[in-house]
């Protein structure tokens, strides 16, 4: 791929770690950066081993490449856009992954349609296209899930009252936090 329709990520830790993976410039692709997936995976050092995660929204895949490195079980990576899925497979198969798959879809369909339940899942839509309130809403939770959200700074979402926020941290650009998913309880 030429420089101008490629760009590079870096796997921050774990057995790829320093593994630079490529993927395509599209609009609106925005690789999580480095120094947050360093913070992420600080928060969830303990979390990671033998999880099952959904990467919704995927893009280049960072957020599922580092939680594969660092020893989940299986990642499921959902995106739209076709040749950013292209890229992750060829991505799994560079990393000779066979534990993740990835899925070339709508990712709010693809969440109504798949309802199973993740221990981990990232959210980070494209920023912009009022993505993150339908998703939240469609996911499917057990009471112990961890759920990671990124969003615009200037966004105030509303997160479901049984979501406990553990951690987060912003910028002037944007805001990422983490919650654990509690039982519901009956209102």
Same mark, same amino acid.
């Given at each position: 791929?030429?420089?101008?329709?490629?760009?590079?990520?870096?796997?921050?830790?774990?057995?790829?770690?320093?593994?630079?993976?490529?993927?395509?410039?599209?609009d609106?692709?925005?690789?999580?950066?480095?120094?947050?997936?360093?913070?992420?995976? /600080?928060?969830?050092?303990?979390?990671?081993?033998?999880?099952?995660?959904? !990467?919704?929204?995927?893009?280049?895949?960072?957020?599922?490449?580092?939680?594969?490195?660092?020893?989940? %079980?299986e990642?499921?990576?959902?995106? %739209?856009?076709?040749?950013?899925?292209?890229?992750?497979?060829?991505?799994l %198969?560079?990393?000779?992954? !066979?534990?993740?798959?990835?899925?070339?879809?709508?990712?709010?369909?693809?969440?109504?349609?798949?309802p199973?339940?993740? !221990?981990?899942?990232?959210? !980070?839509?494209?920023?912009?296209q /009022?993505l993150?309130?339908?998703?939240?809403? %469609?996911l499917?939770?057990?009471?112990?899930?961890?759920?990671?959200?990124?969003?615009?700074?200037?966004?105030?979402?509303?997160?479901?009252?049984?979501?406990?926020?553990?951690?987060?941290?912003s910028?002037?650009?944007?805001?990422?936090?983490?919650?654990?998913?509690?039982?519901e309880?009956?209102?």
């Open positions: 791929m030429s420089r101008q329709t490629s760009q590079q990520l870096r796997i921050i830790g774990g057995q790829w770690r320093s593994r630079r993976l490529r993927f395509p410039a599209l609106g692709l925005r690789p999580t950066m480095d120094r947050v997936r360093e913070t992420l995976f /600080n928060w969830l050092q303990y979390d990671i081993e033998g999880a099952r995660v959904l !990467d919704a929204f995927a893009g280049s895949g960072a957020l599922g490449f580092e939680a594969l490195s660092r020893g989940a %079980k990642v499921i990576f959902v995106e %739209k856009h076709a040749k950013a899925a292209l890229a992750l497979k060829d991505n %198969k560079q990393l000779k992954a !066979d534990n993740a798959q990835v899925w070339a879809a709508d990712a709010l369909t693809w969440l109504e349609q798949n199973e339940p993740y !221990d981990l899942v990232f959210l !980070d839509p494209p920023f912009g /009022n993150l309130a339908p998703a939240m809403e %469609k499917t939770l057990l009471p112990g899930a961890l759920v990671y959200v990124e969003h615009e700074a200037r966004l105030s979402p509303v997160f479901p009252s049984h979501w406990d926020e553990l951690k987060s941290k910028t002037k650009e944007f805001c990422f936090r983490l919650f654990e998913v509690q039982a309880t009956a209102s």
